[in-house]
């Protein structure tokens, strides 16, 4: 793991839930507090075949700004994820179901500011 910048401190999230909607948040590094460089560690899993974004949204947490990074996980799998986001302050990582999943999910975010 890198060094992380003095004004952000990790975040960690994580959520298992059944039967998840489309555009369900299953993580979220919250608000940060100073812009710069984050890396985050996605962990997803499910009991059936999943898609999944990762995305970072506008200081109102209204839009998504630039890209949205798409995964598939499959059925009864798990698997890890790492993208880097240049985030302004205030600005946040999502993780959410890109399609609805029936059966269990599992889903975790690291996120931590490079030095």
Not at 15 to 44: I, K, M, P, R
Not at 83 to 100: D, H, M, Q, W
């Amino acid at each position: 793991m890198a060094d992380y910048g003095p004004y952000n401190p990790p975040t960690i999230d994580a959520l298992s839930q059944t039967n998840t909607s489309a555009g369900d948040v299953v993580a979220t590094s919250g608000a940060v507090g100073q812009g710069g460089n984050y890396e985050a560690w996605v962990f997803v899993g499910s009991s059936a075949a999943g898609v999944w974004e990762i995305a970072r949204r506008n200081a109102a947490n209204s839009a998504d700004v630039g890209d949205v990074p798409t995964v598939r996980t499959l059925a009864g799998a798990s698997s890890e994820f790492r993208v880097r986001f240049n985030l302004n302050p205030s600005e946040r990582i999502v993780v959410r179901t890109k399609a609805g999943i029936t059966g269990d999910i599992d889903a975790a975010l690291y996120v931590e500011q490079l030095a």
